[in-house]
């Protein structure tokens, strides 16, 4: 006979599964395309949005360093 169990099939125990990547369930009409960035781009971005803006973002750094890498140079001009 066991004293213990871990499996909650065995406890008959209701479990909800979570997906870890949250870009599984994007809708395909959201994301145009993915976009790589190196660390290094991504340090220069930071400081430079740190001197000319006295401001600390690790995402706004990511997207500074995504526009320039020149990856982004089709979308110049556009809103």
Same mark, same amino acid.
């Given at each position: 006979?066991?004293? +213990? &169990? %871990?499996?909650?099939?065995?406890? *008959?125990?209701? &479990?909800?599964?979570? =997906?870890?990547?949250?870009? #599984? *369930?994007?809708?395909? @009409?959201?994301?145009? #395309?993915?976009?790589?960035? &190196?660390?290094?781009?991504?340090? $220069?971005?930071?400081? +430079?949005?740190?001197? $000319?803006? @006295?401001?600390?973002? @690790?995402?706004?750094?990511? /997207?500074? /360093? /995504? =526009?320039? $890498?020149? +990856?982004? %140079? %089709?979308?110049?001009?556009? #809103?």
């Amino acid at each position: 006979m066991k004293k +213990q &169990t %871990d499996s909650p099939k065995e406890l *008959n125990i209701p &479990t909800k599964e979570y =997906i870890a990547c949250p870009l #599984r *369930n994007m809708p395909h @009409c959201v994301i145009d #395309r993915f976009i790589s960035v &190196t660390p290094e781009l991504i340090h $220069s971005a930071s400081i +430079q949005l740190h001197k $000319s803006e @006295c401001y600390y973002d @690790c995402y706004g750094a990511i /997207a500074l /360093a /995504a =526009i320039l $890498s020149g +990856q982004l %140079d %089709d979308l110049q001009g556009k #809103r």
